[in-house]
């Protein structure tokens, strides 16, 4: 089961951290990653993380203003989200699987786990 929160009601150019908690599942083993929902729009990648591997993998739109990390331990992963713009307004959704391929990374239906999703809303 995942658990995200952290989204809220932000101006453009503010920072936010999303995190997702995981629980019943050996954290370390998955692949995690978080996607976005705007309201009448498909759902989009956002960022993931292999297990295996600390990099980030990041959609084009994000590159260099948000940041994946995770900790194994607390089986939890975050979303660093910075220099928000009105267009990253969306529901947030964290996704985790054991067996994702890397061609597969930034499509949904490679994920069997997803959170509830946490809404942020920026405005300009």
């Known amino acids: 089961q995942l658990q995200a929160s952290g989204g809220g009601l932000v101006q453009a150019g503010d920072s936010l951290r999303l995190s997702c908690a995981a629980s019943?599942?050996?954290?370390?083993?998955?692949?995690v990653a978080w996607f976005r929902q705007a309201p009448g729009k498909e759902r989009e990648f956002v960022a993931a993380?292999?297990?295996?591997?600390?990099?980030?993998n990041y959609a084009d739109s994000v590159k260099g203003r948000f940041a994946i990390s995770r900790d194994n331990a607390k089986n939890t992963v975050d979303l660093q989200l910075n220099s928000l713009k009105p267009d990253d307004t969306a529901v947030y959704y964290c996704?985790?699987?054991?067996?994702?391929?890397?061609?597969?990374?930034?499509?949904?239906?490679?994920?069997?786990?997803w959170g509830q999703g946490t809404e942020v809303t920026v405005s300009s």
């Open positions: 996704a985790a699987d054991r067996q994702v391929i890397s061609s597969s990374m930034k499509r949904a239906q490679a994920y069997a786990y």
């Open positions: 019943g599942v050996t954290f370390r083993a998955y692949t």
């Open positions: 993380m292999k297990n295996y591997n600390s990099n980030g």
